[in-house]
């Protein structure tokens, strides 16, 4: 028997539990020439903004050992782009789709929400607070538990009923449970996690920051051990949260990895830049896994390595 993949988003269902990760394949469209976007469990959209943006300047990627860094600054075409051209396309070939979105404001997050919640698609927003909060000296709102929650309650309150809101949150905090449950307790219906891990590159030739932003977010297999360290100890503290695990992941098995620590969904992002094709590979590999070991439900995964607690085996 082939293993149940299906997955629940609030109060719909997935097909699987494999999603892109936000930022790493747009929105959607790039994706379809490699594969079928209808396939895999949903399209996470690049952060979407209110006005259009273009990003910081160039150079904004660096590779570096198991993994790169990152400064596009959330370049896009803003919202009314975003709901004329990109999302009525996703709908129109069949995906599941959880729009990310971004602001520099709490009122730009509310105003997103409401934007959204008038359209046909959306399957769950899922907010980006690793964003600087300009009424707040750029505080980044992901670091801080009261801005974190402002956004979410703000979010949650004008997003239309069924959509479950998922708050992403950042790993560069000292206690990341502190900041998923003033979440959780401002109305988000799920977690995302992990957002990048602020870095920086020198080139040694021209003793220069490689990065023209200077710092870049870090992501790729040297972030997964703390993706699964989060996700660990969010899944620990709020067991009945739905879990978006992101982080690192490049095959089937580092997507149960994630699923084990207590993500019921898994994102994929900077394995697509060297294989555009990784959503549906990782997919594969996972049944495969699956398979391999005899699970009839994925979701009898979900935390499943926290189960040493009952066993005793816990030190
Ligand atoms: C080039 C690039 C752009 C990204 N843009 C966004 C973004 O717009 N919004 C967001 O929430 N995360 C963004 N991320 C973070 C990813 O969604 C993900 O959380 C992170 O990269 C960890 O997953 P990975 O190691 O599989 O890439 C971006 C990551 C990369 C590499």
Redesign the pocket.
Known sequence: MAPDLRTRLGSSELPNPIL?????ASSGRELAQFIDVSKIGAI????VMLAPRAGRPTP??AETPG??L?S?G?Q?PGIDAFLQRDLPWLLSRGARTVV?I?GSTIDEFAELAARLSDAAGVSAI?V?I?CPNVEHRGQVFACDPVDAGAVIEAVRARARFDIPVFA?LSPDVTDIVAIARACVAAGADGL?????LLGMAIDTDTMRPVLAGLTG????????PI?VRCIWQVSEALPNVPIIG?????TGRDALELILAGASMV???????HDPSACARILRELDEELARRGTERVSDLVGAAHDVRASGRRV
């Open positions: 892109t990760a936000s930022g790493c996470v959209t690049k952060s904004r990627m993994g790169m990152n596009i959330l896009g990310s971004a899922e980006n690793s992403k995302s996690l992990i957002n990048t977010g870090l992501s790729g297999p040297a972030i997964r993706a992101m982080g690192g992941v490049l994102s994929v992002g900077t394995a697509i830049f």
